[in-house]
């Protein structure tokens, strides 16, 4: 079913480094990881020992709770290393690739055994479908309206039958909405989407995959060959030359990151004028990685930002014309919106962009109570009073005011514009966690 929704509420950053719409094609880097980390709710168990060799499907970890549900390598190629963390906790397990063999030929079903299983998410809590659950419906969001996101049309651009093919698969699941969103971001959050069209109560499912994703399936069922690739756009103020690559889920950014850095000393030294962040996903809500670090399982698109270790003269009494303000601080506020007018265009000049960088601009400070959540958070939901709900630890009051509608992602934008400086994607995350928990046990 096809569906258009429109939105007012919410916010687009104007962050310079949009992508241009060129497309390098980037599938021979030769280093991939999966990475469990990527996964809620996962828990990991190791199928594969270093040394060995593996094809391109063949699951490297499965989920200690449900084997049904594996993470599968991207490529053919040998496991060069399997990392963990504190405590031992199963980090990465990197592959590195061999050439690409065509594989068995003909068409497949989609199954929980399917290697493409881990590409459909679930909620509430945002972990792999559970197999068992009954979904009432499945969500395809058709725009990214994310900070430097690419554009779907383009990206899936000559993957037309492979994405009907990968519809028709779904639907055998359950029925698929196919949504076009218009307005300011978080207009093509699925969650936006879902919340419009059919909200989640407590004790319903709704799946979700990702448009790219859904070609991905469309040509594993035509060909029973599991190809996961993706077209992610790389932009942000300190790309050289923001545009569009094709990789492979899980490649290992350093080619792609080396190139576009505008510091010659890669991957950024102590002594250089200017400093990076990588960040794999939305600078909203992505996470930071290494310069050779992995794109995340789940991401389309690496922003890379100055790290906004430099300090200013004056700071905050400046006039700012040049920084970006939400709230008016900064005289930059007034070239946004007054009323109903747009300055700029009334003006018929053109809409300005700016360098943001990662400095928050201030610490920690008490929860202020602006009024301002409201103005970028299009749910039904009250969203200031459901932070506090999630932050007390009242399961109850979590309930009654929408939190299985919601993901992290869905306040990204409540945190960006916060003055106290809040994470509360991590509050929301936290508390989610509490009932996924309660739920399984």
């Not at 554009?151 to 949504?179: I, N, P, T």
């Not at 990076?276 to 991401?299: E, K, Q």
Request: glycine residues 8%; hydrophobic residues 40%.
């Amino acid at each position: 079913m096809n569906h258009t929704i429109k939105i007012k509420k919410g916010l687009d950053l104007p962050l310079s480094g949009v992508p241009e719409k060129w497309l390098v094609d980037a599938r021979c880097i030769d280093r991939y990881a999966v990475k469990p980390t990527d996964v809620v709710g996962f828990v990991p168990r190791l199928l594969v020992s270093e040394g060995d060799e593996v094809k391109a499907g063949q699951p490297l970890v499965a989920d200690k709770n449900d084997p049904r549900i594996t993470l599968p390598s991207p490529v053919d190629g040998m496991v060069e290393a399997i990392v963990r963390g504190e405590k031992r906790k199963l980090l990465e397990v990197v592959v590195a690739s061999h050439t690409v063999t065509a594989g068995p030929s003909g068409q497949a079903k989609l199954t929980p055994d399917s290697p493409c299983w881990w590409m459909i998410k679930e909620r509430p809590f945002g972990a792999i479908a559970n197999p068992d659950h009954k979904p009432k419906g499945i969500f395809v969001s058709l725009r990214d309206t994310n900070p430097l996101a690419p554009d779907l049309d383009y990206a899936l651009h000559g993957r037309e039958h492979e994405f009907e093919a990968g519809v028709k698969a779904l639907e055998a699941f359950a029925e698929v909405h196919l949504v076009r969103a218009e307005g300011p971001h978080p207009a093509g959050n699925v969650g936006t989407q879902i919340a419009k069209i059919s909200p989640i109560n407590k004790g319903e499912y709704v799946w979700t995959v990702g448009a790219q994703d859904v070609a991905n399936i469309g040509r594993w069922c035509l060909t029973g060959q599991y190809r996961p690739e993706r077209v992610i756009a790389v932009g942000g103020p300190t790309a050289k030359v923001p545009h569009y690559y094709r990789v492979v889920c899980g490649a290992c950014l350093r080619q792609i990151t080396e190139a576009q850095l505008m510091n010659n000393n890669y991957p950024g030294i102590s002594n250089s004028s200017c400093s990076s962040r990588i960040i794999s996903g939305s600078v909203l809500s992505g996470t930071r990685i290494a310069p050779d670090g992995f794109l995340g399982m789940y991401d389309h698109q690496v922003s890379i930002l100055p790290e906004g270790d430099q300090y200013e003269f004056m700071g905050w009494l400046m006039p700012g014309l040049k920084k970006f303000s939400f709230s008016k601080t900064f005289l930059s506020g007034l070239l946004g919106k007054i009323g109903n007018l747009e300055i700029l265009d009334y003006f018929g000049l053109p809409k300005m962009s700016y360098n943001f960088n990662t400095n928050v601009h201030g610490s920690v400070r008490p929860f202020l109570f602006t009024g301002s959540f409201e103005r970028v958070f299009p749910f039904d939901i009250y969203p200031l009073q459901l932070i506090k709900a999630c932050i007390v630890g009242d399961v109850e009051l979590q309930e009654k005011l929408g939190i299985y509608e919601v993901e992290p992602e869905d306040f990204a934008l409540c945190e960006f514009i916060d003055p106290s400086k809040t994470e509360i994607q991590t509050i929301i995350r936290e508390a989610l966690e509490v009932l996924r928990k309660e739920a399984i046990a």
